[in-house]
């Protein structure tokens, strides 16, 4: 079984940074995408930042500039820098992964199948 655990969130004012981790256990010889999701309060889910097996990164664009997601394979542990950040940054974030080898639009949650429970980010204004 693949287990994510996040942690790292926090609140901050706008303009602050945090950086987000993602440990993941249970892991088995694959093509992996793993990605950050975020789901304000009242709305959908949706993908922030994805990076795939060879590391080619995928970015929404309202956090193009400002986020950078990245993964130290030797720890298992998938980050996300935020920079820059603003209020409607606000909302649970979750650690996703797939098996797959290519994906249509790797930004989209359905897309995932193991998640991680959410980090809570509050960014004041």
């Known amino acids: 079984q693949v287990v994510l655990v996040e942690s790292g969130g926090d609140s901050v004012q706008a303009g602050g940074s945090l950086r987000l981790a993602c440990a993941a256990s249970?892991?088995?010889?694959?093509?992996?995408?793993m990605g950050w999701f975020r789901q304000p309060p009242g709305k959908e889910r949706e993908g922030v930042a994805v990076?795939?097996?060879?590391?080619?990164?995928t970015y929404a664009d309202s956090v193009k500039g400002r986020f950078t997601i990245s993964k130290d394979n030797t720890k298992n542990i998938l980050y996300l820098q935020m920079d820059n950040l603003k209020p409607e940054d606000t909302a649970t974030y979750y650690c996703a992964a797939v098996i797959a080898y290519g994906l249509w639009n790797p930004l989209r949650a359905s897309e995932y199948k193991y998640w991680g429970q959410g980090t809570q980010v509050t960014v004041s204004p």
């Open positions: 249970g892991y088995t010889d694959g093509y992996f995408y």
């Open positions: 990076i795939d097996g060879d590391s080619s990164t």
